[in-house]
């Protein structure tokens, strides 16, 4: 089974980058990059931190959940950088490999992946 994932990224060749890098680790499919619209109003976007006893990790074994970035824990549309948002389908036995690519190259996720 595949799980949907949205990540925003600063820039189109940073979410590019990161796309070839999903494409290289994991199995994904249906990847499509494209520019933030108004309809990001309504989504609430997180950074993600590694999971490991309190220290940062990549290790595949610990997987990336969202951390509070602001007063309220969330990361509101109006104030993130993040531009360009990849969309695409993770095998979900490589959903935790895809949350470390994300957070090693600075994606911010859309916190409804973690529900």
Known sequence: MFKSLQAYFKTENDAESVHAKLNNKVNVRNVMID???????????????????????????????????????????GQTEHKTVLECEVAEEDFGEALIILQENEAHVDKNAFE
């Open 35 to 77: 520019e933030v619209s108004d309809g990001l109003k309504n989504k609430v976007v997180v950074p993600l931190v590694a999971a490991s006893g309190g220290q940062s990790s990549t290790t595949p074994s610990s997987s990336p959940y969202p951390i509070p970035a602001l007063g309220d824990g969330l990361l509101k549309p």
